[in-house]
């Protein structure tokens, strides 16, 4: 997040804060009488509405800092918050192992962040969202105190899982500090890709490719202006299996950047759109369709996932009341499956036409007995969530 | 005070005469679970659909009875067994498999279905639901749900909690509402995710959606007999260690194996000190790498025998010792209570020697039978409820356990859950205010009135007081108490 100018969903802060330890940032939690909007690397701030009221950013990265608690033996690590996923990663890939969050830049995006927004990759068929590597948490609540939820093994079930509560609770409900995260072992693979047609073809082929027994690591199915192809990340041993499946189609090695693209698709710095479907896989081909017409320059579907996303740089893309109702109808789609359509990014003038988080959902009475349960006066991200909670 | 008789009026008007069960000796049946709580509800309802369920949940709110939610009564936690008497809810009649979608890879079915149903059924389209609880035979998915159980078999692709994606439920407070759907990531808090694991105590799944994933077409078990526990715990920790990770790795210490071998004669080496038995499954060529790589890293811990089995014969032969524990010791003493507990995987080969002095300062012998590959520990500690004190000897060994396993990084359950039996226990984990923030929970679902399935997982609550003594009380009031 650079300093000057910053904005949330369009709207300027009254003030940004940078508290320098987890008591600093705690009191200011605790005295607070304006919403406080936490952020950490800043790269998703531009979703969802702007609060309401005044607000102020309080930037957490130095207050949510510290080392990498790291038990390789029994593949967990526990993570400060305010650590971006890269540099947590360097710690652990030295030793062999790594996280499974593979926010879009993950350079950037702090660990925190990530849990919060619920930002998953490419990895994330595979691998689960970023709430399944969650084994505990401590987070501030409303009122500043610091509590813990889970613990630090890979299995447990004593008490309510209030990790799965804040995961995904994009900022709303409590400041997360640290949380104790699956490793998994840096595993040999490799890349390959397939010339696949269109869409439909693409997500028949992994139907098949996954059916035979194959659990890639990454298996998406990207359009991006040269052909669209099934991208896989494989254990070598997998790969005759799937060329079995894919027999005749034409291979070859991802080419550079295809793994970054996959993740950062619609975030990276000259993107200005970008549209996010969750939704079961047999709704994904009508669902891709439709996004076409945005007329996306990068659009990835990844099955495993139930994910579509159509992103557009600043050449590309469609003007507002046209988004608006491709957004609409992609939402008409897969509403009735649970799914939902988020408009991830866009220009702020375009938010007068188009909703980013669309109607909430039927049990939205549920929803807002959480946010009253957990921050009776909106101390957080006031505003900002689904239904304006 | 309500009477019995308004009780069961209300509970008629709401599901039906033929859905009410209110003799004393048809009540029986639901008075325990599978652990040694015991308590005999007023009545028990069978509703058919979710707005039975909501009609039923209805009138014992207005008319201040609790509630507890019961499925196959499997769970080892006491959490189905009404410790404040009231309204036992049971989904025995909602078992229909409502759509297996072969294209997205989801079913749909009502709470009651049994676990090892649904798999049996997916598997017509190649399709089974991974989490499997040893007690799959009976327990049902709505259990499965409300203690986020695991099985043997959840070490690679976890636990309850990764496979839901949506559950109708009937709050506490007596709503119909989704959580979640059948995509992927739910719209707004993860509802769906508090909801499992909450034991009950937040309201009644009526229907629940789960992914299901292809069935693997080549598995491999091994089996491999170690001197010591110590090595096999070792062998544990480096084949993950080596990138590995396999469906499922179970270990036995000697008694168990003494105990099967005295069983079944399954031919376990002799004198072996533990026995790991690991699945590999996926694609052909990768279960085959992996296994010769599973093997050399027991021989190099000290294993005296790996035995490799491929054919479906050879799997259940190595499987069977597994399977047939409980029963086994069961040829050992007259009783036996599981403990559920979970210790950093690191920490298994120490925390095995510590169970084993409990065990010699109790005097009650400890077998273990457990989940190794994510340090989920079952020490079964063998006794005889005909010695006097028994009962309350085996409690206190019990909770050395626990204490062992949470002063080792640990925690009380694993999959099991905290039920009526470790909820004393939860301050050794947690502050007040995080037990206080967990509870806040209940607001959301509209169980903060406490007489949603009452004495479980928080310590305290009125009315539940000691356990033991607690069940004799609710025994001594006699089926005609008032509500
Ligand atoms: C021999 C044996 C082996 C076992 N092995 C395992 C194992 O490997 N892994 C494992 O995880 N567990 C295991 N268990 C424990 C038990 O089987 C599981 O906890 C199971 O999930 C319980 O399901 P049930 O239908 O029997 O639930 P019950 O015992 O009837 O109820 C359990 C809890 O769920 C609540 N409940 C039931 N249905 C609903 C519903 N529809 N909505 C809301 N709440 C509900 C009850 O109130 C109670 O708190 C084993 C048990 C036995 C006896």
Known sequence: MSEAGVVVAGAAPVSVERPGSLAELAALVRGSRETLVPVGGGTVLGLGYAPAGPFRLVDVRDALGGAVEHQPDDLTATVPAGMTVDAANAVLRARGQELKLDPPLPSRATVGGTLAAAMAGPQRGRYGAPRDQVLGLTFIRADGDVVRAGGRVVKNVAGFDLSRLLCGSFGSLGIIVAATLRTWPVREAVDVEWQVGDIGTGLDLAARLTAAGARPEVLDIVEDGHGTWLAARLSPAALPAAEQVLGGREARPWPPGRFEQLRDGGFRDDDVLSVRVTAPWSLLARTAEVLERARPGLLVVRPLAGMARAAARRQEGVASRELRGIVEEVRRLVRPAGGFAVAERMPDRYRADVDPWGEPPESFDLLRAAKAAFDPEGRFSRGRFIGGI | MTTRRELLAALRRAVGDGAVVWRPEDLAAYEFDGTVERAVPHAVVLPSTAEEVRAAVRACLDLGVPITPRGAGTGLSGGAVPLRRGVVISTARMRRIIEIDPADRVAVVEPGVANLELSRQAARYGLFYPPDPSSQAACTIGGNVAENAGGPHCLA???????????????????????????????????????????????????????????????????????EVAQACEAVSSIIARGIIPSAMEMMDRLCIEAVEAGFRVGYPEGAGAVLLVELDGLEGEVQAESARVRAECLERGATEVRVAASEEERALLWKGRKGAIPALGRLAPNYYIVDGVVPRSRLAAVMERVAAVSARS??????????????????????????????????????????????????????????????????????????????????????????NPCKVFPGGTGCGEMGSRAAAVRAAGPDAYV
């Open chain 2, 157 to 227: 692709l976890g636990v309850t909690q990764n496979f839901v994606l949506g559950i109708e439920v009937v709050t506490a407070g007596g709503d119909i509402r989704w959580l979640g759907g059948r995509s992927p990531d739910p719209f707004g808090f993860d509802l769906r995710g508090a909801f499992i694991g909450s034991e009950g105590t937040l309201g009644i799944a009526t229907k629940v959606a789960v992914r299901l994933l292809p069935v693997p077409p080549a598995v491999v078990t091994l089996l491999a007999a170690f001197p």
């Open chain 2, 363 to 452: 005097g009650l012998r400890i077998a273990n039978v457990f989940h190794a590959g994510d340090g989920n520990l079952h020490p079964l500690i063998l006794f005889d409820e005909r010695e006097p004190g028994a009962g309350e000897r085996v409690l206190a060994t019990a909770a050395e356990v626990m204490r062992v396993c949470v002063e080792e990084g640990g925690t009380l359950s694993g999959e099991h859950g905290i039920g009526a039996e470790k909820r004393e226990f939860m301050p050794w984990l947690f502050g007040k205010e995080d037990l206080a923030t967990m509870a806040r929970l209940r607001e959301v679902f509209g169980a903060d009135g406490g007489l949603f």
